[in-house]
T-cell receptor, first 111, second 114 residues
Framework: QKEVEQNSGPLSVPEGAIASLNCTYS??????FFWYRQYSGKSPELIMF????GDKEDGRFTAQLNKASQYVSLLIRDSQPSDSATYLC???????????FGQGTRLTINP | GAGVSQSPSNKVTEKGKDVELRCDPI?????LYWYRQSLGQGLEFLIY????????KSGLPSDRFSAERTGGSVSTLTIQRTQQEDSAVYLC????????????FGPGTRLTVT
C-alpha cells in the first residue's frame, strides 16, 4: 500500500462546475497536508496546506481534512480551463521535513 | 524576488558517466530539498539540508547518489556511474526554515541516461 494514494484520473469536469480531488494516506503520524498543482512540463506549485480537521478556504479552493478517516480533499469551485493540470497531494509527518507525494490526479476542465 | 534556480535544465549523458546537478535556493532560505520525479515512481524525496545540521539522506536510492551544500546556499547533487533508471526530472526546493510549511520548487533538471 502506498503511503499517499490518489486516483490518477483523468478527471474531466465541465467549466463552471466543482472539481473534487481526493487523497488518502496511511501514516497516522502525518501532521500536515498539502495540495500542489503541476502544469505539464512545469514544477509543482503550492495551492494550499491544511493541518487541522475541517475545511480551509482560499478563493475558489477549499481543502478538507478528516484525520480519523485519513482523508484529505481539494474542491475547486467555478472550474476554469486554466485549472487543467495534475494535482499532487503531499503529507508531512510530525517532526519530519520531507514531503511524501501521491502519484497525482490529472484534471481536465472542458470549456 | 528570484525563485529557486537549477542548472542545467536538460542533461543527456551516457550510461556509466558521472553527472552534477546544481541548485540555487531562494536567498535567505535555510532549508533545501532534493526530489526526483519519474513516470513510474512519482515525486520522491532524496535529501534535505537545514543550515549547518547534518543532512537527512534517507531518500537517496543508492550510494551512487550524493549531495553537498556549500556555505549554506548552493547545493550540488552528484550521481556517479549513471544508470538508465536514473533518468528523471530532478527537482530542488527551498523553504525559509524547517518550521515553514511552504516549499518552493525550482524548474528542475531533466536527466536522460542513454
Amino acid at each position: 500500500q502506498k503511503e499517499v494514494e490518489q486516483n490518477s484520473g483523468p478527471l474531466s469536469v465541465p467549466e463552471g462546475a466543482i472539481a473534487s480531488l481526493n487523497c488518502t494516506y496511511s501514516d497516522r503520524g502525518s501532521q500536515s497536508f498539502f495540495w500542489y498543482r503541476q502544469y505539464s512540463g512545469k514544477s509543482p506549485e503550492l495551492i494550499m496546506f491544511i493541518y487541522s480537521n475541517g475545511d480551509k478556504e482560499d478563493g475558489r479552493f477549499t481543502a478538507q481534512l478528516n484525520k480519523a478517516s485519513q482523508y484529505v480533499s481539494l474542491l475547486i469551485r467555478d472550474s476554469q480551463p486554466s485549472d487543467s493540470a495534475t494535482y499532487l497531494c503531499a503529507v508531512k509527518r510530525q517532526g519530519a521535513q520531507k514531503l511524501v507525494f501521491g502519484q497525482g490526479t490529472r484534471l481536465t476542465i472542458n470549456p | 524576488g528570484a525563485g529557486v534556480s537549477q542548472s542545467p535544465s536538460n542533461k543527456v549523458t551516457e550510461k556509466g558517466k558521472d553527472v552534477e546537478l546544481r541548485c540555487d535556493p531562494i536567498s535567505g532560505h535555510t532549508a533545501l530539498y532534493w526530489y526526483r520525479q519519474s513516470l513510474g515512481q512519482g515525486l520522491e524525496f532524496l535529501i534535505y539540508f537545514q543550515g549547518n545540521s547534518a543532512p537527512d539522506k534517507s531518500g537517496l536510492p543508492s550510494d551512487r547518489f550524493s549531495a553537498e551544500r556549500t556555505g549554506g546556499s548552493v547545493s550540488t547533487l552528484t550521481i556517479q556511474r549513471t544508470q538508465q533508471e536514473d533518468s528523471a526530472v530532478y527537482l530542488c526546493a527551498s523553504s525559509f526554515d524547517r518550521f515553514s510549511y511552504e516549499q518552493y520548487f525550482g524548474p528542475g533538471t531533466r536527466l536522460t541516461v542513454t
